[in-house]
């Protein structure tokens, strides 16, 4: 099992809608969760960061994290196409230890 | 406000060539600091990580060597480069005021042919 997986996609979405985006992770103690965009042939960037159960909202984007089922998705409203890249989730595990998934493909057209 | 520069962007390097990658970080001090290696479609694969001046701890053996002679230098070697060595390399840093997040350099892509 991989310690932070993510669906590969390509998720694909019209403009507006909402995307929605998964990871999952392996280590029980992780206390830390965050989100990366990445554009093609760009570095990644920070989204959003979650450190609690629930909700966090950050403009048109919302974190969920479950710890009880180890999972963290992405809610992008009302997407744009310039939504469009591969978003990572990277888990800092007990240790400190950061570990990233292998990110999922966005698409968003217009 | 803390900046990260790698460098260079981009360069073509033959097999058995050296490797020189740089990375400096400013406005903050005693950072930790990252080399990942991103593969085509591929996820990050951390290669090295620094808490301080010449403390450096590698995640995957091979021909690459990475060394910290500032606390805000890190730098990305390798005697001989291999074909395998292509990918996007990033330097990254983090810090405790910033609860462990990471931010990352520009990036350098390698091709190595």
């Known amino acids: 099992q991989k310690e932070v997986e993510q669906n590969s996609g390509p998720l694909s979405v019209p403009e507006g809608a909402i995307a929605s985006l998964n990871c999952t992770y392996s280590?029980?103690?992780?206390?830390?969760f965050f989100w990366y965009r990445q554009y093609s042939g760009k570095s990644p960037e920070l989204i959003m960061s979650i450190y609690s159960n629930g909700d966090k909202e950050d403009g048109r984007f919302t974190a969920q994290l479950n710890k009880a089922s180890q999972y963290v998705s992405l809610l992008i409203r009302d997407s744009q196409p310039s939504d469009s890249a591969t978003y990572l989730c990277?888990?800092?595990?007990?240790?400190?230890?950061?570990?990233f998934g292998a990110g999922t493909r966005l698409t968003v057209k217009p | 406000s803390q900046t990260i520069h790698q460098w260079p962007a981009t360069l073509v390097q033959p097999v058995g060539s050296p490797l020189s990658l740089e990375c400096t970080v400013e406005g903050t001090s005693n950072p930790n600091l990252y080399w990942y290696r991103q593969a085509a479609g591929r996820g990050l694969q951390l290669l090295f990580y620094?808490?301080?001046?010449?403390?450096i701890s590698s995640e995957v053996p091979q021909n690459l060597s990475a060394s910290r002679p500032q606390d805000r230098q890190f730098i990305l070697s390798s005697k001989k480069l291999l074909l395998s060595d292509s990918g996007f390399y990033l330097c990254a840093w983090s810090g405790t005021n910033e609860g462990n997040t990471i931010y990352f350099g520009e990036g350098s892509w390698l091709t190595v042919v």
């Open positions: 990277a888990v800092e595990r007990e240790n400190n230890d950061m570990r």
């Open positions: 620094s808490v301080g001046i010449g403390q």
């Open positions: 280590d029980r103690g992780s206390q830390s």
